[in-house]
T-cell receptor, first 113, second 115 residues
Framework: AQSVTQLDSQVPVFEEAPVELRCNYS??????LFWYVQYPNQGLQLLLK??????LVKGINGFEAEFNKSQTSFHLRKPSVHISDTAEYFC???????????FGTGTRLQVFP | DTGVSQDPRHKITKRGQNVTFRCDPI?????LYWYRQTLGQGPEFLTY????????KSRLLSDRFSAERPKGSFSTLEIQRTEQGDSAMYLC?????????????FGSGTQLSVL
């Protein structure tokens, strides 16, 4: 079975500072990896995804993530955050054999002025 | 593209009552998913459809839960004999099944409170 671990439930950061949201996964087979964001009172939106190829993937709003197979990680980063980045961020995994996404418990990013 | 819409946005019910939620996916999307989310947790997979066929149902899902997608368009999720533990946000998502790059589009959810 697959699982996703997001170690940080909350990450407070000041505006314009860099941020990293951590995600580790467990799977015995190949996976696809995703980051979704949930802004207050909105549905989840896809930020970025890793399917294959380059391990560094770029998404919307200046976010990027790096797939590290040896460490089974897919950490999300942004070099300079904005107040509008305040949201809940979910890491998700799907194997190449199934069609359902397994989500982590989420990390709440709180950006302060 | 009007997005995925869910109705109602909020539902308050008494324990033991039946409730039904509706999801209207993006019109050209052939896949439709139901997830459940409780406070402090990520979305938990419940079931999904490809067109009108229900392809997978979570083993965690009680037989009090049933979902349909009769014409391959909108879907309903019914919970019979609700329990307080059913209180959660119920999310619907749709996608165009292009396999690898499948991107889910989520609705804003239906918040269920069972008293």
């Amino acid at each position: 079975a697959q699982s996703v671990t997001q170690l940080d439930s909350q990450v407070p950061v000041f505006e314009e500072a860099p941020v990293e949201l951590r995600c580790n996964y467990s799977s015995s087979v190949s996976v696809y990896l995703f980051w979704y964001v949930q802004y207050p009172n909105q549905g989840l939106q896809l930020l970025l995804k890793y399917l294959s190829g380059s391990t560094l993937v770029k998404g919307i709003n200046g976010f990027e993530a790096e797939f590290n197979k040896s460490q089974t990680s897919f950490h999300l980063r942004k070099p300079s955050v904005h107040i509008s980045d305040t949201a809940e961020y979910f890491c998700a995994v799907r194997t190449t054999y199934t069609d359902k996404l397994i989500f982590g418990t989420g990390t709440r990013l709180q950006v302060f002025p | 593209d009007t997005g995925v819409s869910q109705d109602p946005r909020h539902k308050i019910t008494k324990r033991g009552q039946n409730v039904t939620f509706r999801c209207d996916p993006i019109s050209e999307h052939n896949r439709l998913y139901w997830y459940r989310q409780t406070l402090g947790q990520g979305p938990e997979f419940l079931t999904y459809f490809q067109n009108e066929a229900q392809l997978e149902k979570s083993r965690l899902l009680s037989d009090r839960f049933s979902a349909e997608r009769p014409k391959g368009s909108f879907s309903t999720l019914e919970i019979q004999r609700t329990e307080q533990g059913d209180s959660a946000m119920y999310l619907c998502a749709s996608s165009l099944n292009d396999r690898e790059g499948e991107k889910l589009f989520f609705g804003s959810g239906t918040q269920l409170s069972v008293l």
